[in-house]
């Protein structure tokens, strides 16, 4: 059923109750059919067109790709490159934002195959994922400069590509990355485009995990736990400073759980396999003790979330705490009876969580940290 | 500036940009293929790897193999190699390595600037060849039977690039710079 046959049926019943006056049903019909959708199907066609397009540049090129002279190839790929920013540039006047953010990324896609496509030309070696960052660069300039979104989230992604590509060859650290990463945040806060805290976060969180595997003695997992528990509580202390600052202090505590969790994971289930035989790394105390930690912290990081009112929290509480669960019986599959106490346990702690957010939401629950 | 006219001017700049990181990768090479002094290397097969950029062979070289390298250095940290041939019917061999840019080489030596891999192997971005269609089997065949040799301009930094592939003393794939 269409928006709008459900809105004609809601302004009947509102009518008819009494809350909506004659004047204030025509009023917003009237709204309403001025705010047509802006794909309507001639636009679909016209991108179905387009995209068929596309496909027959692209068959063409690949069909005669070997014949053509290095120039010719050169010639062409900078002729895309200029098309792609030129239709932007159409675009924009014309007013179709969404189809010149479209034409920006295209672009960039058509700068990013350039690169490879020359290296492959001059067969040219060296360190393949030196060429994500100059992509990646590229997409960051595209972003900053012509003001798009749509370049931010692509310089995300290859940033965060570039990343795990170098560590995988070097099997280094990588601090680098927060450079680049940091004018791709700062970038993000210019646009005020707020999905770009998420990319940063997740792109960061990404970068993060990992990093237990290669620093220190190469087990420093406790590094990335630290950190997620750190930030966790820094976003719970100071939560109006830093909503005042930086903005999605809840985002900030859901994704610090989140890395927190990781980190106890991989202690837990990643670094306790051992690929020679079928027995455990962890002894049954060191197993329990970390377990119980987890348990701990998601026990906190869940009540935090329900006073706080923080759903997205909530949620990787909950999949972290399920996770964990399945985690701890996979690993007690042997001993039955100490399994359906642990169980019991479990239940019970979940029933007084439930509880609570059941007491929690019977006043109502402020979005935002309470003023008082 | 009115805002439209700006938004052509940042498209402008982007473009130019980016086309700029391209013409210098372009341009780097070229120069490199024509004012490169000019080596041929005999080609040492290597097992071949999948990758996804298309059809390419992996090229070995007796010169790969370093065994002076200087004393803990890393995977990936840049080392000059000295090759050196007393005659021009020898095959050129490694002389010498070291971290910096060699200096006041007669014609005897040349430099060529590696990476460090692991101990004792030393890779100059030679390594790979990227042919036409249906052609690697052949050449990896050619090399499997040490009949392939390879052109390679070298500059004055130790830059190595493969100008064409040569077999059985013909050169073969030489590909003008454009």
Known sequence: MSYRTKIERDLARWQSAGWLSDSGAAAIRADLAARRPAFGAAAGLAMLGAVLFGFAVVSFVAANWDGMSKLARILLLVGALWACYGGAAFLFARRLGAFAHAAVVAGIAVYGASIWLIAQAYHMEGNPPDAMLLWALGALLAAAVVRSPAALAAAFVLLTVWTSWERSESERAHMVFLAPWAAAVATAAWLRWRPGRHLAALSLAVWLVPLGFLVLDRHAHWLVVATGVAVALATSMAAPAIERWIGAAQAIFAYAVAVAFSGLFIMQVVEDINLFSTAHRLSTGQFGALAALTLALLTGAMFRALATGNRGALWVGYIAFTIEIFTIYARMLGTLLNTSLFFMIAALIVTVMAWAAYRLHRHETPVAEPAA | ?178
């Open chain 2, 1 to 178: 500036m009115s805002a439209p006219v700006k938004t052509l001017l940042a498209l402008a700049v982007v473009a130019l940009a980016q086309t700029a990181v391209l013409a210098a990768m372009v341009i780097d090479r070229v120069m490199l293929l024509h004012t490169g002094r000019e080596i041929v290397l005999p080609i040492v097969p290597v097992d071949p790897r999948d990758l996804f950029r298309g059809e390419y062979v992996r090229l070995g070289y007796g010169i790969n193999t370093v065994p002076m390298t200087p004393a803990d250095l890393h995977r990936d940290e840049t080392v000059y190699v000295v090759l050196e041939r007393k005659t021009a019917d020898e095959d050129w061999h490694v002389a010498g390595a070291a971290r910096s840019l060699p200096g006041d080489l007669n014609p005897d030596h040349i430099v060529l600037k590696g990476r460090f891999l692991w101990g004792g192997m030393v890779h100059y971005g030679i390594e790979s060849y990227f042919v036409p269609q249906g052609e690697g089997a052949r050449l990896e065949g050619l090399a499997r039977d040490r009949k392939l040799a390879a052109l390679v301009a070298v500059d004055k930094a130790g830059n190595a690039v493969i100008k064409g592939l040569i077999v059985d003393g013909k050169v073969q794939y030489e590909e003008p710079p454009l």
